[in-house]
C-alpha cells in the first residue's frame, strides 16, 4: 500500500479551500462540485477536501493505491469492508476498517488525476 494523499471531510469546502491556500498548499484541481485537491504548486495533492456526510461520519484519513482496489477487496474478503468499491471523480474507491475501528481508504486514481507519482489536471476546473 502506498499513501497517496490525506482525505479531510468538511462541511465548508470554499471556506476551507481558503484556510489551506491561506497556509501554503494550493488548490491544484476540483474533479467535481464537491471536492478539491490540495498541494504544493507543481506537485501532487497532500489533501484532497470533500464535502460528503459520509466521509464526515468516517473522519480524515489517508488514502492509498493498492493497485487494484476490486482485486485487493477480492483477495481480502476477510476484512471489515465499510465501503464496497465504487467509482468517484477521484478513481475506483473502496474503505474498509482496521481492527481499532480506523478507516483506511483504497484508491485506483482516475486517469485525469495520472498516477501516484503525477497529477496533472484537465479536471473539472483548476484553480490559479
Known amino acids: 500500500m502506498k499513501l497517496l494523499f490525506e482525505l479531510r471531510p468538511v462541511e465548508h469546502l470554499e ?19 464537491e471536492t478539491a485537491l490540495l498541494g504544493p504548486r ?17 473522519g480524515s ?17 476477510d476484512l471489515d469492508w465499510l465501503i464496497a468499491p465504487i467509482t468517484t471523480s477521484l478513481g475506483r474507491y473502496a474503505v474498509f476498517a482496521d481492527r481499532t475501528g480506523a478507516c483506511i481508504r483504497l484508491l485506483d ?7 501516484a507519482t503525477s497529477y496533472f489536471s484537465p479536471l473539472y476546473a483548476v484553480a490559479g
Open 42 to 58: 507543481d506537485g501532487s495533492p497532500t489533501i484532497v477536501l470533500v464535502r460528503d456526510p459520509a466521509e464526515g461520519a468516517l
Open 61 to 77: 484519513g489517508g488514502v492509498y493505491d493498492v493497485g487494484d482496489v476490486d482485486a485487493f477487496v477480492e483477495a481480502h474478503d
Open 15 to 33: 471556506a476551507s479551500v481558503d484556510y489551506y491556500r491561506g497556509i501554503g498548499l494550493d488548490a491544484l484541481g476540483w474533479p467535481d462540485d
Open 109 to 115: 486514481p482516475a486517469p485525469h488525476l495520472g498516477t
